[in-house]
Structure formats: structure tokens, C-alpha cells
């Protein structure tokens, strides 16, 4: 329990600092990881994008309206399915503000060697696996 209570506090204070980082940009974190991941696979369709960010297609489609009307991302429907791309703004955007998001998570990390920083990725690996897996060694279902 005191493991799940300080991961759920780092947590929290490492979202706050990002966030104030990219409210400076006018975007929220969850349009940072739109940015970040339309960037990283263009094409994607919005329920990949939704799967990869952990949340429902509805809520990933009220943060695209929102960039769309902004100009950095844009929908191209192909089938029943759209799949997303950014503008040239958005690209231009997505350049600025992840180096200097990543340099933050980094500087945010420094206080582990990296020694330190690998051990704690490959614990949190382990852990997020096996939660993949559920708790009777099956695979969940979703929903």
C-alpha cells in the first residue's frame, strides 16, 4: 500500500509540473500526447490514438475538435474510420514543445543515476505487465 500511495504522489507531482509547462503553450496534457503521438504515427485512426492514451474514443474526439479548430491536427476519413494528421503547425508545435517536455521529465528524473532511472523502468515494466495480465495470471477483458 505505501508503494501504491508514494508511485500515486510522484505521479501526481510530475503531472503538475508538466502541465504548467505546457499551459504555457496553451495545451493541455492531453493534447500533448495527442501532439506526441499523431506526430510519432501519422495516419493513426482516432481508436488508436484513444488506445494508446488510455481513454475512450469519445474523450480523444473532444480533444481533437478542440485542436482542429486550433489548426494543429486535421482528420481524413478513410472507410468508416477517421485517421489523423498534423498541420504544419502542429508539426511545427509538436518540434518546440517536446524537446523542452522531454528535457523537463528528464531534469524532473535527474535525482536517480541512471542506474537508478533503468532499474525503475524495468520495475515499472514488470509491474505494468503483469496488471496487463490481471490478477489470476489471465488475460483481462476490456471494459
Known sequence: MLAWLRLARVFTKVEQA?????RGRGLSLGQLDVLIHVGAAEGSTQQEVANALLVTKSNVCQLLDRMEQAGLVERRQRGRA???????????????????????????FSTLTPAEQVQ????LRKLDHALELG?????RTPG
Open 135 to 139: 490478477w489470476a495470471g489471465a488475460p
Open 82 to 108: 477517421n485517421h489523423l494528421f498534423l498541420t504544419p503547425a502542429g508539426r511545427r508545435l509538436r518540434e518546440q514543445v517536446v524537446p523542452a517536455h522531454e528535457g523537463r521529465i528528464a531534469e524532473l
Open 18 to 22: 508538466a502541465t504548467d509547462e505546457v
Open 120 to 123: 525503475l523502468l524495468g520495475l
